[in-house]
């Protein structure tokens, strides 16, 4: 595998299930991050994961639950979600240094709560 | 705080031909980078092109250009050549290059949806 790779690619869920996303990276960068793209919006930053450093977008919901187990692998937990959640939710990876620290993308988790 | 405006929601381009992307951007950082990113329907985002705000010449990456102005405050994408593979939804974004740990982020525009014709 190379890359930024999203399992799984799609999930269809219930309001009251509880799941998991999973992103791996194997670039062996020091940065993760999770995005959530909504249909005609901007890209919105959920999560930022850098070396030992979390930060949250203050206006992300409490039923999304980030886990950061190492600098390869990073998991978004979901539970009692609503049918505004459907999206695309996207993972990212740099190298965490100042400067361009460009971000790869893995190819995006398409979730649908019903 | 940083935005991104992308105006055109979408655009069509005769294949073989040139077509430009819009970006205009407001931040009050002094040094700042400046991206493009393509997101086919597969859903993947693409890194295409960088370009940094103290750089004197406009980036350039094979069919892509990025012609910037920073007076203006604008950063618009050039493809040459288009071909039907170029169909796809293009994403202005900006960072400051100062910052390192959270302030990395990434702004993003709302995107231009490109569709080239045969």
């Known amino acids: 595998e190379t890359g930024v790779t999203q399992t799984p690619r799609h999930l269809v869920m219930g309001m009251t299930n509880k799941k998991s996303l999973k992103c791996e990276q194997h670039?062996?960068?020091?940065?993760m991050y999770w995005y959530k793209q909504s249909a005609k919006k901007p890209l919105e930053l959920m999560f930022v994961?850098?070396?030992?450093?979390?930060?949250e977008n203050n206006s992300v919901p409490s039923r999304f639950s980030p886990e950061c187990p190492n600098s390869s692998h990073l998991f978004l937990h979901l539970h009692t979600l609503q049918p505004e959640d459907s999206a695309l939710y996207l993972c990212?990876?740099?190298?965490?240094?100042?400067?361009?620290?460009?971000?790869?993308f893995g190819p995006g988790t398409r979730l649908t709560v019903l | 705080a940083q935005k991104i405006t992308q105006t055109q929601p979408g655009m069509f381009v005769q294949e073989k031909e040139a077509v430009t992307l819009d970006c205009t951007y407001d931040?009050?950082?002094?040094?700042?980078?400046l991206f493009w990113y393509k997101q086919p329907s597969s859903g993947e985002m693409i890194f295409l092109i960088y370009?940094?705000?103290?750089?004197?010449q406009n980036a350039t990456e094979g069919r892509y250009s990025l012609n910037f102005q920073k007076a203006r405050k604008s950063a618009n994408l050039v493809i040459s050549a288009s071909q039907l593979g170029d169909s796809a939804m293009y994403f202005c974004?900006?960072?400051?290059?100062?910052?390192?740990?959270?302030?990395?982020?990434?702004?993003f525009g709302s995107g231009t949806q490109l569709t080239v014709l045969p």
């Open positions: 990212a990876s740099s190298q965490g240094l100042a400067g361009v620290d460009e971000q790869f």
């Open positions: 370009q940094g705000s103290y750089d004197e």
């Open positions: 931040t009050s950082d002094q040094s700042y980078g």
């Open positions: 974004a900006m960072r400051d290059l100062i910052s390192s740990g959270s302030a990395r982020q990434l702004t």
């Open positions: 994961y850098s070396l030992e450093e979390r930060v």
């Open positions: 670039l062996g960068h020091n940065a």
